[in-house]
């Protein structure tokens, strides 16, 4: 296990961008980050430093729980100011909604955040592809399956179920790289998979053996 991060490598992980993980500072500061495998610097110009996997770990952990940066410096930044599902506004980071969460506020400053943790999602996508495409989903949103299509329909303007009633709700499956979504109103579920398909996933539809719903079954595309 390697040396938790000094206090001044916290300061500046901390500092990082909460949409894409991009950092500031000197580049003797970023130079060690990466050494650490905290950071790496993309390799297109304007060659700025982000942080690896393992220094949102860094971010997110409580300051007397630090990870060991284990990751690769050329990692891909991962949570593009996204947290998993079970943080949210306890964590004060941005949490797409996947359905059914309670006392879910919406107007504009939400919207605003959907939009812009959306652009930094695809920002994500044309850096850690080799050709900067976005039309197709990246590491992190095949890690954080969940998260990623709930934010791909809450950007678009789908409603996330509240605790109870219609709406959307994203479920984790058995199966690899996939999730199911459901949607009482026929025509959602349709335009949910329709926004889910513009945004680089794979869909099919299919029906709950036990109760006869039908839902989408979705998977990041990869070509």
Do not use: N
């Not at 306890?90 to 919406?106: N, T």
Request: with cysteine; hydrophobic share 35%; aromatic share 4%.
């Amino acid at each position: 296990m390697t040396r938790p991060p000094t206090a001044a490598q916290r300061r500046l992980i901390e500092a990082a961008d909460p949409v894409t993980g991009r950092l500031r500072g000197t580049e003797t500061q970023l130079a060690a980050l990466v050494k650490r495998g905290l950071a790496f610097r993309h390799p297109r110009p304007p060659r700025d430093h982000f942080l690896t996997p393992a220094g949102h770990r860094v971010r997110d952990a409580p300051q007397d729980s630090v990870p060991s940066s284990s990751a690769s410096p050329s990692a891909p930044s991962a949570p593009v100011g996204v947290a998993e599902p079970s943080a949210g506004a306890a964590s004060g980071v941005f949490s797409a909604r996947i359905g059914g969460e309670q006392g879910a506020e919406a107007g504009p400053a939400r919207l605003r955040e959907v939009h812009s943790a959306w652009q930094g999602l695809l920002e994500l996508r044309r850096m850690t592809s080799t050709d900067g495409a976005t039309d197709r989903p990246c590491a992190w949103e095949r890690s954080h399956l969940v998260q990623a299509a709930a934010l791909a329909l809450e950007a678009a303007g789908h409603r996330p179920a509240a605790a109870e009633g219609g709406g959307y709700r994203v479920r984790a499956t058995p199966q690899p790289e996939a999730v199911a979504v459901h949607e009482p109103d026929p025509a959602a579920l349709r335009a949910c998979a329709a926004t889910l398909e513009g945004a680089g996933w794979q869909t099919g539809e299919h029906t709950e053996p036990r109760t006869g719903a039908r839902y989408i079954l979705a998977s990041p595309r990869r070509a």
